[in-house]
């Protein structure tokens, strides 16, 4: 997955995950599962096209050069979503050429995930990475057969579709399979490890930390998290901590966003807001 950045290339990541991660509030799982395929799709490219990818990274061009280009080359190959995507990746600064492609095969994880996200089964799909990181661990020769570059990808992908068969999940199969046609010279344990932290770091954002007063009964805990879901057009499920200080009312966080209710909260902003 993506290594340590430097400051250009993680803040133009950074970006482009918040850019992705408003669609993924208002798009649906066949969207998304699209969206996914064609970023790996665009990181292949840019893999296989070095030229290509120089020029797409190259800070000396002009932006809109980049953009231009990007639209020429894959307007009519890529779900419209996705190559606003991919305008946001080419019109960012890169440290390194080789930086955009691992943010285009970043996005394309998220993505996919998202799928999962969307349907409140990404505990699941962690589990199952997971696991398989630990398989493959113990099978040397295995992880080595389905890195070869030297056996062509399809080959490869057979190979962990017979060991896979249909025990995971739709979403863990797209994304090791993605991995096995693009090893970029990485160990499958390794990146299978990496993919369980990003589910685990995805399935934060549907997880919304609430404190509260006094205990909430099981009815208010479901009202919050139909209210939740709605808002945020996924599957929320909450974690409730009790503060005696918030005096009524509810904190509630999901990922970096605040929503505070509290009574404690509202009389704090007030002290701020007078003269002084």
Request: net charge negative; glycine share 6%.
């Amino acid at each position: 997955m993506v290594g340590v950045l430097q400051a250009a290339s993680r803040e133009s990541l950074a970006g482009a995950i918040t850019r992705l991660n408003a669609y993924v509030d208002s798009a649906d799982a066949s969207a998304l599962a699209r969206v996914g395929d064609d970023l790996f799709a665009f990181a292949r490219l840019l893999t296989e096209e070095k030229v290509l990818r120089r020029v797409l990274a190259d800070p000396s061009t002009p932006e809109s050069a980049r953009v231009r280009l990007a639209e020429q080359l894959l307007g009519e190959k890529l779900s419209e979503p996705a190559l606003e995507l991919v305008k946001v990746l080419v019109s960012s600064r890169w440290s390194r050429t080789l930086d955009l492609i691992d943010a285009a095969e970043t996005l394309a994880r998220h993505a996919t995930l998202a799928v999962a996200e969307k349907d409140g089964t990404l505990d699941d799909i962690e589990d199952e990475l997971f696991r398989f990181a630990r398989i493959l661990a113990r099978e040397p020769e295995l992880n080595a057969l389905l890195s070869d570059t030297n056996t062509p990808a399809e080959g490869r992908i057979r190979l962990l579709d017979r060991i896979i068969g249909d025990r995971v999940s739709p979403v863990t199969a797209a994304l090791l399979r993605q991995t096995v046609r693009l090893p970029r010279s990485r160990h499958l344990d390794v990146v299978a490890e990496e993919l369980a932290e990003l589910a685990a770091a995805r399935r934060d954002r549907s997880v919304a930390r609430v404190t509260a007063p006094v205990a909430l009964t099981q009815v208010q805990e479901q009202k919050l998290t139909d209210s939740l879901s709605r808002l945020y057009g996924r599957s929320i499920s909450l974690q409730i901590d009790l503060d005696e200080g918030l005096l009524g009312g509810l904190v509630v966080q999901v990922g970096s966003e605040v929503i505070d209710g509290s009574v404690a909260g509202k009389l704090a902003a007030a002290r701020r807001a007078l003269p002084r």
